[in-house]
């Protein structure tokens, strides 16, 4: 984990296949359609993980896929507003 101003980073990096354009598309616009949708619940679930605690989830695609989970640092932002 490393900090990136008032959020703490996770990133997880995989050289596997990677998560599919079409799967990442979906998540980036926050809808589905009964012709674009998501597979499975493990991504939605993390999603709306995520952004109910303030934070993003993003996806970097090159040889692999790296995921990345930002978190808002609630002590950090409020000394940061405070002062």
Excluded: C, Y
């Excluded at 991504?43 to 808002?72: C, N, Y």
Aim: glycine residues 14%; without cysteine; hydrophobic residues 35%.
């Amino acid at each position: 984990m490393t900090r990136h101003g008032q959020f703490w980073r996770l990133s997880v990096a995989d050289d596997g296949p990677g998560i599919p354009d079409d799967e990442r598309m979906v998540l980036n616009r926050a809808t589905e359609t009964s012709l674009e949708h998501g597979s499975g619940l493990g991504l939605w679930l993390a999603k709306w993980l995520v952004d109910a605690s303030g934070g993003g989830l993003t996806f970097a695609v090159d040889d692999g896929t790296v995921a990345r989970v930002d978190i808002l640092d609630e002590a950090r932002s409020q000394s940061e507003t405070d002062g």
